[in-house]
Structures are given as structure tokens and as C-alpha cells.
């Protein structure tokens, strides 16, 4: 895959990967995408002690999880994802405006004197392709990050197959990282440049009217 050209590319969080406040952990930790927006906005408005303590936990049970879909399918995106290893954790994910909200995702963990990274979906990788689990020596660049999470999880190819381009297509995917602060910018460049949108095409009536004259 040719790398895009943007700024930022090389950048690289430093090897104190799990110094992130607290707060940021928390949210970071939480699978269902309706979960977390609800804590991001009591936190923006300071009204955590409106939330539920049970929607802290990083997964719901399963009669919690019915519960809540119940109430609205989207509620469930990303309440499936596969339970996170030990000291493994989510750097990055991408939710789509679908029925349900899917969410694919990226987790890392530390093993030795290698960075594992493991790409993860709400179907047992059924969406996924290729291997979904990766070794490296240094943490991956934001380029590298991009690039393989597109490799596993071709997004392009996810919106032509639901006919989206230009601004639908860019409005069908959230992407988010509280590790890599331009990994939206970026995933929203590989999609403008993949999924642009139709060029307009001249009013055939009026082109026929220029030949009149």
C-alpha cells in the first residue's frame, strides 16, 4: 500500500505508551462506542454522577449488554469485541455509523523487547483480513498504524460497498486514538483520497444549447 503523504506521518508516542492520565485510561478501556460517548460528555459537563457505575466497566454482562440493546441496536457497537489480554490495551479504533455501530480495533501490549499488536472485530474477525496479529521491535508511526489497520480492515472498500463517497463516506466512520492524537486526520485523508466524492458532470441540455448557438 502506497503511503499518503501528510504531516505527522512519522509520528511516534514515545516508549511510555501506558503513561496516559487516568481518566483517559478509563474511557480508552470501555468497548461499547455508546458507553464512552455517554462518559465523554458527563466528563465535558461535569456530571459523572448522572452515569451508572456499571457503565465504567470495560464490558457489560451479558444480561446488562441485552438490557441495553434492547433500548436501541446502536447501543450495542462495540460491546462484542473480544475481552483485551493482560496488559494489552486499545490504541486506536474505528466506528462505523452503521445499524448496529461495529467498531473494529487495534490492541498492543509489550512482550519482551517487541510491541504486539492484535486487530480485533465483533465477529470473530469474519471482517478482517489476512493475519490480524502483528510484531514489531518500535512502536508503529502513525503512517505504519494507518496502513496496517487498512490492510487488515480495508475501509475504502467498506464504504464503495455501501455506495458512500466524499462527505457520506467520511460521515459513515469515526475514527479515534488516545495515543496517536492525528490518527482521525489521517484515516480522514486515506478516505478522501479513496472514497472522493463523484465529480459533477456538465447539464447535458445545456452543453447541447453552447452547439446551438
Same mark, same amino acid.
Given at each position: 500500500?502506497?503511503?499518503? +503523504?501528510?504531516?505527522?506521518?512519522d509520528?511516534? %508516542?514515545?516508549?511510555? /505508551?501506558? &503513561?496516559?492520565? &487516568?481518566?483517559?485510561?478509563l /474511557?480508552a478501556? /470501555?468497548?461499547g @462506542?455508546?458507553?464512552?460517548?455517554?462518559?465523554? !460528555? &458527563?466528563t465535558?459537563?461535569?456530571?459523572?454522577?448522572?452515569?451508572?457505575?456499571?457503565?465504567?466497566?470495560?464490558?457489560?454482562?451479558?444480561?446488562?449488554?441485552?438490557?441495553?440493546?434492547?433500548?436501541h +441496536?446502536r447501543?450495542?457497537?462495540?460491546?462484542?469485541?473480544?475481552?483485551?489480554?493482560? @496488559?494489552?490495551?486499545?490504541i486506536?479504533? /474505528?466506528?462505523?455509523?452503521?445499524?448496529?455501530q461495529?467498531?473494529?480495533?487495534?490492541?498492543a501490549?509489550?512482550?519482551?523487547?517487541?510491541?504486539?499488536?492484535r486487530?480485533?472485530?465483533?465477529?470473530?474477525?469474519?471482517?478482517?483480513?489476512?493475519?490480524? !496479529?502483528?510484531?514489531?521491535?518500535?512502536?508503529?508511526?502513525?503512517?505504519?498504524l494507518?496502513?496496517?489497520?487498512? !490492510?487488515?480492515y %480495508?475501509l475504502?472498500?467498506?464504504?464503495?460497498?455501501?455506495d458512500?463517497?466524499?462527505?457520506?463516506a !467520511?460521515?459513515?466512520?469515526?475514527?479515534?486514538?488516545?495515543?496517536? %492524537?492525528?490518527?482521525?486526520e489521517?484515516?480522514? @485523508?486515506?478516505l &478522501?483520497?479513496?472514497? +472522493?466524492?463523484p465529480?459533477?458532470?456538465?447539464?447535458?441540455?445545456?452543453?447541447e444549447?453552447?452547439?446551438d448557438?
Amino acid at each position: 500500500m502506497k503511503p499518503l +503523504p501528510l504531516h505527522h506521518d512519522d509520528f511516534r %508516542p514515545s516508549d511510555g /505508551i501506558f &503513561a496516559l492520565p &487516568a481518566e483517559t485510561l478509563l /474511557i480508552a478501556s /470501555i468497548k461499547g @462506542a455508546s458507553r464512552r460517548k455517554m462518559i465523554e !460528555q &458527563a466528563t465535558a459537563e461535569d456530571r459523572l454522577e448522572e452515569v451508572h457505575p456499571d457503565f465504567y466497566e470495560s464490558a457489560l454482562s451479558d444480561a446488562e449488554r441485552t438490557l441495553w440493546g434492547r433500548l436501541h +441496536p446502536r447501543h450495542l457497537g462495540g460491546e462484542f469485541l473480544p475481552d483485551r489480554k493482560r @496488559a494489552e490495551l486499545e490504541i486506536a479504533r /474505528i466506528t462505523l455509523d452503521s445499524t448496529t455501530q461495529d467498531v473494529v480495533c487495534l490492541y498492543a501490549r509489550r512482550s519482551g523487547d517487541r510491541f504486539v499488536y492484535r486487530a480485533v472485530d465483533e465477529y470473530s474477525g469474519e471482517t478482517l483480513r489476512g493475519p490480524t !496479529q502483528f510484531r514489531r521491535r518500535r512502536q508503529l508511526t502513525q503512517a505504519e498504524l494507518v496502513q496496517l489497520l487498512m !490492510q487488515v480492515y %480495508p475501509l475504502d472498500q467498506v464504504c464503495h460497498g455501501n455506495d458512500l463517497t466524499g462527505d457520506e463516506a !467520511q460521515a459513515f466512520c469515526t475514527p479515534y486514538s488516545a495515543y496517536y %492524537p492525528y490518527f482521525e486526520e489521517r484515516v480522514r @485523508a486515506y478516505l &478522501a483520497e479513496r472514497c +472522493p466524492a463523484p465529480e459533477v458532470e456538465a447539464d447535458a441540455e445545456e452543453d447541447e444549447d453552447e452547439d446551438d448557438e
